[in-house]
């Protein structure tokens, strides 16, 4: 990444008041540091010449621009503080929208244990780049070149060494730099490594415990956080090296002007005022390279994970999620006649990885009506459903009936799957997810989902802990259902409702999905259970073939 990669500006656009305001601080703030060199040298030589009635009001002077400087000081880190998290903020909001767009296949390609790390940590490393990192390079660019300007209308031959030896410190960066860089590059890729590894050993703990492998991921993730905390400790001696090269290089720089001045005042061919101005000046005008060389490695966390953001942001788009309805499409709404056409799916096809699971399918699913969609496990089902949903890659069009190229957007789809996704919390707080909690709505709700035994103010834990399969799959169902009657869906995608549930809830539920088309809502439900495809108003059986209906194949009126 470059100092300052111009992809900030174009994603982050808090970056660029930021750049702007910091500018102007640092140019008063170098203002105050000429003005505090300038009081000093004149209160000392006040002192040495006997003049100590000059000296209150060069001391006026001096407490003035301490005053001054530390409030500038203050004023642009609490700037880049504010700025940080606004960048972080927008950047993820960026992430989290180009994973809704690209799907769930995408994500399983990328890694979701690498983007959750992105997101998180790594994107929390961006606050050292914006409170140390770039406030230096503000003033690197800014203060530096107005103090060499300030040196050479004093004194030109300490212009000339402050000149000829600045270039020495940016050399240092740079070498220093490429080896930072390949160093910080292998520690980003061995924490997204132990990410991923952790996660997958947490999702199949199970399954290891069962045929005694867990012994073996436990070695395995020690060896990888072993990697990980070498290659930090690379990037930590790397960075010692690279401060005291820095800090080598200045200190040199800086004594070689502080001799000249020195041989030139014992020779009297120098005044003790311009001396005493000048050697004041000359470290300040090292000083913001030398900080840039030292944050730059505090930084460096965040400028990989700024890197793989945009990489991210960059990446080609392979999946087609479900783009939002212009505002003339033609969204049907509760009033729309029951039986009317309400989503329109022509040649849809899902492919994963070159394996085609499903070519060329035709739906129609009615307002007012239960759509039951049936079939052999692993056939594609639920990637038909989440095809509508936009999660996966696909071919073909899937728009309202009447409109012109609008599509469903998120806030018109409700949808429950088979995983109910529950969260800790009360029942309630689950129920109405994504919405104002209204508790008769959700009470309505859950008994809708034949789910009147569930008590509202259950506690829970994270996927469900606390409620049995059954009582778990309808309070997703009530959620979905809550969306509908709280947020005004108009689709509502269900998936395996009934998996977990006896016969005889089976029917209360399945009362409820008729109520909530009855409404004016296109209901969609994936099954295997009888119970739920003998209420249906349709029943599709997807095959290799395509959706069948009643012995033919679904044409374009399925």
Do not use: C
Request: hydrophobic content about 50%; aromatic content about 6%.
């Amino acid at each position: 990444m470059k100092p300052l990669d111009p992809r900030l500006l174009r994603y982050a656009r808090s970056v660029r008041g930021f750049l702007g305001l910091g500018a102007v601080l640092g140019v008063v703030q170098t203002i105050a540091t000429v003005a505090f060199a300038f009081f000093v040298s004149r209160a000392v030589v006040s002192v040495v010449d006997g003049h100590a009635d000059r000296l209150p009001g060069y001391l006026v002077g001096i407490g003035i621009t301490v005053v001054v400087r530390s409030v500038l000081i203050w004023g642009l880190e609490s700037l880049a503080t504010r700025t940080a998290v606004r960048v972080k903020s927008e950047l993820r909001g960026q992430v989290v929208d180009a994973v809704v767009r690209r799907g769930g296949g995408w994500v399983a390609k990328t890694g979701s244990a690498r983007l959750a790390t992105l997101t998180g940590p790594g994107l929390d490393a961006l606050d050292d780049y914006f409170a140390k990192y770039v406030p230096q390079l503000i003033l690197t660019a800014l203060a530096t070149p107005i103090l060499v300007v300030v040196m050479f209308s004093q004194d030109l031959l300490s212009g000339i060494i402050v000149v000829v030896t600045l270039p020495l410190i940016p050399v240092f960066m740079v070498l220093i730099g490429w080896t930072t860089r390949s160093a910080q590059a292998r520690q980003w890729d061995r924490l997204a490594k132990l990410a991923s590894s952790f996660l997958d050993a947490v999702s199949g703990l199970s399954t290891l415990k069962v045929f005694g492998r867990e012994r073996r991921q436990v070695r395995r993730i020690g060896d990888i956080t072993d990697e990980y905390r070498r290659e930090t400790m690379k990037v930590l001696q790397v960075s010692f090296l690279s401060g005291f090269a820095l800090e080598m290089a200045a200190s040199l720089s800086v004594a070689i002007v502080a001799v000249t001045i020195g041989i030139r005042l014992v020779e009297g061919s120098m005044l003790l005022p311009l001396g005493l101005f000048l050697l004041l000046l000359t470290p300040e005008a090292y000083l913001p390279l030398r900080q840039v060389g030292a944050h730059f490695h505090a930084a460096a966390d965040g400028v990989a994970a700024a890197e793989e953001v945009f990489a991210v942001l960059e990446e080609p788009n392979g999946g087609r999620a479900v783009p939002a309805p212009p505002a003339s499409s033609a969204v049907p709404s509760a009033g729309s006649a029951v039986g009317a056409v309400g989503l329109e799916v022509r040649g849809l096809s899902v492919a994963y990885e070159g394996r085609s699971v499903f070519d060329g399918v035709d739906l129609d699913v009615p307002i007012g009506e239960i759509t039951a969609i049936a079939g052999p496990s692993g056939v594609g089902k639920s990637s038909l459903v989440a095809a509508l949903l936009g999660t996966v890659e696909f071919d073909g069009t899937v728009r309202w009936a009447g409109a012109a190229s609008g599509a469903p957007s998120p806030a018109d789809v409700a949808w429950s799957g088979q995983r109910p996704g529950l969260m800790r919390g009360t029942v309630a707080s689950n129920v109405a997810l994504g919405a104002a909690l209204d508790r008769d709505a959700v009470r309505a709700a859950l008994d809708t989902a034949a789910g009147s035994d569930v008590d509202l103010d259950a506690v829970i834990d994270a996927g469900g802990a606390g409620l049995s399969g059954g009582q778990a799959q309808r309070v997703a169902l009530a959620r979905a259902i809550y969306r509908v009657r709280q947020l005004g869906a108009r689709l509502l995608l269900v998936d395996e409702p009934t998996s977990a549930l006896d016969s005889e809830t089976e029917l209360l539920l399945v009362a409820g999905l008729r109520s909530v088309a009855a409404s004016g809502v296109a209901v969609l439900v994936v099954t295997h259970r009888p119970a739920v495809a003998a209420a249906a108003d349709r029943v599709l059986t997807l095959t290799s073939a395509g959706l069948v209906e009643q012995g033919r194949t679904a044409g374009v009126s399925a």
